[in-house]
């Protein structure tokens, strides 16, 4: 089908584009005349252990990867150097964008969203890096508290691109203020919605 919005879409923190594609089956069919959704996974190997369920139920729809080869991310905070994992992480990116790109826009989840964002600033600071997204769609994502992230949004400037910002109001992962202050600090005019349950695209 052609005259879609083509977005790429950047999974969680140990998750993978498979299991992330799985999992956002109902907003892929919500949009299916609208975007062309392209996932990709990460370039790291996910190094924290896996999280214990929530009994109340609110977590429900966060799905994690199992804990071995697949589960992937676009930084470990246990690194070593994590903005070093960062600018590796950003590198495959420059790469993917400009093998199947181009892309519209940008769809990132949880860590995914946070690395769309460091993206974004980066392509607008750069400029000839890749073509810059017209617009992102960040869920449950958070403002990277790293000298380096403010550096950059100080030198690129609030990032332009029409953004929204959607996060949990029963979100016990990233809560809903993280969501909201990666928008406030990073784009010129984000939009936030809060939703009503946990940690996951709606």
Same mark, same amino acid.
């Given at each position: 089908?052609?005259?879609?919005?083509?977005v790429?879409c950047?999974?969680?923190?140990?998750?993978?584009?498979?299991?992330?594609?799985? /999992?956002?089956?109902?907003? /892929?069919?919500l949009?299916k005349?609208?975007?062309?959704?392209? =996932?990709?996974?990460?370039?790291?190997?996910?190094?924290?252990?896996?999280?214990?369920?929530?009994?109340?139920?609110?977590?429900?729809?966060?799905?994690?990867?199992?804990?071995?080869?697949?589960?992937?991310?676009?930084?470990?905070?246990?690194?070593?150097?994590?903005?070093?994992?960062?600018?590796?992480?950003a590198?495959?990116?420059?790469k993917? $964008?400009?093998?199947?790109?181009?892309?519209?826009?940008?769809l990132g989840?949880?860590?995914?969203?946070?690395?769309?964002a460091?993206?974004?600033?980066?392509?607008?600071?750069?400029?000839?890096?890749?073509p810059e997204?017209?617009?992102?769609?960040?869920?449950?994502?958070?403002?990277?508290n790293?000298r380096e992230?403010?550096?950059?949004?100080? =030198?690129?400037?609030?990032?332009?691109?029409r953004? $929204?910002?959607?996060?949990?109001?029963?979100?016990?992962?990233?809560?809903? $203020?993280?969501? /909201?202050?990666?928008?406030t600090?990073?784009f010129?005019?984000?939009v936030? $919605?809060?939703?009503?349950?946990?940690? =996951?695209v709606?």
């Amino acid at each position: 089908m052609t005259g879609l919005l083509r977005v790429l879409c950047l999974h969680g923190y140990m998750q993978n584009a498979q299991g992330f594609r799985a /999992r956002t089956g109902a907003f /892929r069919k919500l949009m299916k005349n609208k975007l062309e959704l392209v =996932y990709v996974t990460a370039p790291h190997k996910a190094t924290a252990v896996q999280p214990e369920p929530v009994a109340d139920g609110t977590q429900a729809d966060y799905e994690i990867e199992r804990f071995d080869k697949e589960a992937a991310a676009w930084w470990n905070e246990t690194s070593d150097n994590v903005w070093n994992d960062i600018r590796i992480s950003a590198q495959f990116l420059v790469k993917e $964008i400009t093998e199947k790109g181009p892309f519209h826009g940008i769809l990132g989840f949880s860590q995914g969203s946070s690395m769309a964002a460091i993206m974004m600033a980066l392509i607008q600071a750069v400029g000839a890096l890749c073509p810059e997204f017209k617009f992102a769609m960040l869920f449950a994502g958070f403002y990277v508290n790293m000298r380096e992230f403010e550096d950059l949004i100080r =030198y690129s400037g609030l990032i332009n691109a029409r953004s $929204i910002h959607v996060g949990g109001r029963k979100d016990m992962i990233v809560p809903m $203020i993280r969501s /909201r202050r990666l928008g406030t600090l990073s784009f010129k005019k984000p939009v936030v $919605i809060v939703h009503t349950q946990g940690h =996951y695209v709606p």
